[in-house]
């Protein structure tokens, strides 16, 4: 990879657990990432999929600067948007033009650059004008997803990070956002794209990472990476479910509390 515009090597990220008056306990951390190291070229995309609780989430807040890395190196070059929280800078009092003007400010945008790019904004987001002198806090939350989307498709960025928010609107919106993803990627924006949509990841992304409690454990071709992704799920359900009927342990244990033992 000639020229990458995200650099992730060997990145652990930690948080200490609370205990029972909020104190933080000693001791080792919970480690919610453990020795994670990728990296994305320019115009390229990287899919990250894994099990509710793998470090996906976690991955993209430590990309888009919202965590620091406890240990490990993580260079993210070039402008950054966000589609992890779409409502994130966005202020229920403010109309949704007054909400485009400030969030334009806050992802970085120049006051020249958000009246240039302004009617494309509004015209994407598929609100109609009167929304637009309304209070967010009168929007639908599809329609205040929609306006923070828009704004954040427009901003140029060369690194995108989404986060399961493709999916928002209807059809025809779904693929202007789509078609916008791609336009960006043909630009030469890097896109890591967290999803449990696996069409999507497989149609949209060059590589996919599968993360297993906050490790990596497999990178590679869309198709590969899917086709292990399931190979495990399949293993852990069935594991659990066995557990489930055979466990004996269990078994004892619910037989005592029944006792009242």
């Given at each position: 990879?000639?020229d990458?515009?995200?650099?992730?090597?060997?990145?652990?990220?930690?948080?200490?657990?609370?205990?029972?008056?909020?104190?933080?306990?000693?001791?080792e951390?919970?480690?919610?990432?453990?020795?994670?190291?990728?990296?994305?070229?320019?115009?390229?995309?990287?899919?990250?999929?894994?099990?509710?609780?793998?470090?996906?989430?976690?991955?993209?807040?430590?990309?888009?600067?919202?965590?620091?890395?406890?240990?490990?190196?993580?260079?993210?070059?070039?402008?950054?948007a966000?589609?992890?929280?779409?409502?994130?800078?966005?202020?229920r009092?403010?109309?949704?033009?007054?909400?485009?003007?400030?969030?334009?400010?806050l992802l970085?945008?120049?006051?020249?650059?958000?009246?240039?790019?302004?009617?494309?904004?509004?015209?994407?987001?598929?609100?109609?004008?009167?929304?637009?002198?309304?209070?967010?806090?009168?929007?639908?939350?599809?329609?205040?997803?929609?306006?923070?989307?828009?704004?954040?498709v427009?901003?140029?960025?060369?690194?995108?990070?989404?986060?399961?928010?493709?999916a928002?609107?209807d059809d025809?919106f779904?693929?202007?956002?789509?078609?916008?993803?791609?336009?960006?990627?043909?630009?030469?924006?890097?896109?890591?794209?967290?999803?449990?949509?696996?069409?999507?990841?497989?149609?949209?992304?060059?590589?996919?990472?599968?993360?297993?409690?906050?490790?990596?454990?497999?990178?590679?071709?869309?198709?590969?990476?899917?086709?292990?992704?399931?190979?495990?799920?399949?293993?852990?359900?069935?594991?659990?479910?066995?557990?489930?009927?055979?466990?004996?342990?269990?078994?004892?244990?619910?037989?005592?509390?029944?006792?009242?033992?």
């Amino acid at each position: 990879m000639n020229d990458p515009a995200v650099v992730v090597d060997q990145l652990w990220e930690g948080f200490r657990r609370r205990g029972r008056y909020g104190w933080r306990r000693r001791g080792e951390p919970h480690w919610a990432l453990r020795d994670v190291t990728l990296s994305v070229g320019r115009g390229r995309s990287l899919g990250v999929v894994g099990a509710n609780g793998s470090g996906k989430t976690t991955l993209l807040q430590v990309l888009a600067g919202v965590l620091r890395p406890t240990r490990g190196q993580v260079d993210v070059r070039g402008r950054t948007a966000s589609l992890v929280d779409l409502s994130a800078g966005f202020h229920r009092d403010l109309t949704g033009h007054e909400n485009v003007l400030v969030g334009g400010v806050l992802l970085g945008l120049t006051r020249a650059e958000i009246r240039a790019r302004y009617d494309e904004v509004v015209d994407f987001s598929g609100l109609p004008a009167d929304a637009l002198d309304a209070p967010l806090s009168a929007y639908s939350a599809g329609m205040g997803l929609r306006l923070g989307f828009a704004l954040v498709v427009h901003t140029d960025p060369e690194v995108l990070l989404v986060d399961e928010v493709l999916a928002v609107g209807d059809d025809s919106f779904r693929a202007r956002a789509l078609g916008r993803v791609d336009e960006l990627r043909r630009g030469g924006t890097a896109l890591v794209l967290v999803s449990h949509d696996l069409d999507l990841v497989r149609a949209r992304c060059d590589d996919v990472a599968v993360l297993e409690r906050g490790s990596l454990a497999h990178v590679g071709r869309p198709d590969e990476a899917v086709a292990y992704y399931r190979s495990r799920q399949a293993v852990t359900d069935d594991g659990a479910a066995e557990r489930r009927v055979f466990d004996p342990s269990r078994r004892a244990a619910a037989a005592r509390r029944r006792r009242g033992v």
